[in-house]
């Protein structure tokens, strides 16, 4: 059964560059619809004993450098038509997971690693956490 509703995550990390190759290929094969899904997650600095959450500043740093990777997303697809970019804030995986559900997604893509850092050894923790919580099926691109 072919897909109709293609959703890749993108962080802009070379892997999710593949993964947006691959979902590419895949929603030209399959005449499918393609989405895009960046999520920008602003983390809350801590600081002290008894954690008390500081003020930050930073947000409209994290939000200019997602609507650089949204842009990055923009211009790899635009040779396709209509392709959906989503910009989400939050935690990354359940994001994910809640847009694909929203918009009746039959298939995700996404890179085995992104730009998380140190916290990734095998598999990535957002793709980890998308495998084992996903409805549908998960294609992870290395």
Not at 10 to 22: I, M, Q, R, T, Y
Not at 35 to 49: A, M, Q, R, T
Not at 57 to 84: F, W
Request: proline share 6%; hydrophobic share 45%.
């Amino acid at each position: 059964m072919p897909y109709q509703n293609i959703l890749v995550a993108f962080d802009g990390s070379a892997l999710s560059v593949k993964a947006l190759e691959k979902a590419m290929k895949f929603a030209q094969e399959y005449a499918a619809r393609l989405e895009v899904i960046h999520v920008c997650h602003i983390p809350v600095p801590v600081f002290g004993g008894p954690l008390y959450a500081a003020p930050f500043n930073g947000e409209k740093d994290y939000l200019l450098a997602a609507q650089a990777v949204i842009d990055e997303a923009k211009r790899i697809t635009s040779q396709l038509p209509d392709v959906k970019v989503i910009l989400r804030q939050g935690q990354p995986a359940l994001a994910v997971l809640e847009y694909a559900e929203e918009s009746g997604c039959d298939l995700i893509i996404m890179g085995s690693r992104g730009l998380g850092g140190l916290r990734e050894f095998v598999l990535g923790s957002v793709s980890h956490h998308v495998v084992q919580h996903a409805k549908v099926p998960v294609l992870v691109v290395k």
